[in-house]
T-cell receptor
């Protein structure tokens, strides 16, 4: 399977600031996704990052709060804007397709965000 | 619609005990089924998968069988180790009907004590 890295691995941020999380894959993949995992909870899909076009957001998530970029088939960013303590979560990117099986998702190590 | 219902935890077992974590699903089509594992402080790792009825996925001593008649995909291991302590997520993907949308269960936390 592909190697997925995320930066930063963790961060502590102040209320009202923004943080951009990077997801880098070592090979081209068709699909990239961003998930949120709130403390003690399961995963919630934020959006599908589309290469060359706007991301597709799930219900309850909006572009102004979670802008996403995907400039090529190996890289994506998620920004958490105007943060509040409720945004404290683990943010995970996942991938599928390309040389990988299209029905299976592989996850990055996650970014642990704490908002004070 | 599609959904996954997973046995609630936390589960605490002694080393070498038998493990079962129940997972049932609802799907409109013919989903693929997955178990992911999340070790403390890490992201999710694919543990095993099955893509059609009666398939058995297996890895690291864990097994799960895709049972269409009972819409289940229970995770089992005959003898757990302390290193198996983690959170386990059941998930389904119905790529023919809902693209790459994944549906996750709520996760089951397992602690194995020596």
């Amino acid at each position: 399977s592909a190697v997925i890295s995320q930066k930063p691995s963790r961060d502590i941020c102040q209320r009202g600031t923004s943080l951009t999380i990077q997801c880098q894959v070592d090979s081209q993949v068709t699909m990239m996704f961003w998930y949120r995992q709130q403390p003690g909870q399961s995963l919630t899909l934020i959006a599908t990052a589309n290469q060359g076009s706007e991301a597709t957001y799930e219900s309850g998530f909006v572009i102004d709060k979670f802008p996403i970029s995907r400039p090529n088939l190996t890289f994506s960013t998620l920004t958490v804007s105007n943060m509040s303590p409720e945004d404290s979560s683990i943010y995970l990117c996942s991938i599928s397709g390309g040389r990988l099986l299209s029905d299976t998702q592989y996850f990055g190590p996650g970014t642990r965000l704490t908002v004070l | 619609g599609n959904s996954v219902t997973q046995m609630e935890g936390p589960v605490t077992l002694s080393e070498e005990a038998f493990l079962t974590i129940n997972c049932t699903y609802t799907a409109t089509g013919y989903p693929s089924l997955f178990w992911y594992v999340q070790y403390p402080g890490e992201g999710l790792q694919l543990l095993l998968k099955a893509t059609k009825a009666d398939d058995k996925g297996s890895n690291k001593g864990f097994e799960a069988t895709y049972r269409k008649e009972t819409t289940s995909f229970h995770l089992e291991k005959g003898s757990v180790q302390v290193s198996d302590s983690a959170v386990y997520f059941c998930a389904l993907s119905d790529s023919r009907n809902t693209g790459n949308q994944f549906y996750f269960g709520t996760g089951t936390s397992l602690t194995v004590i020596p």
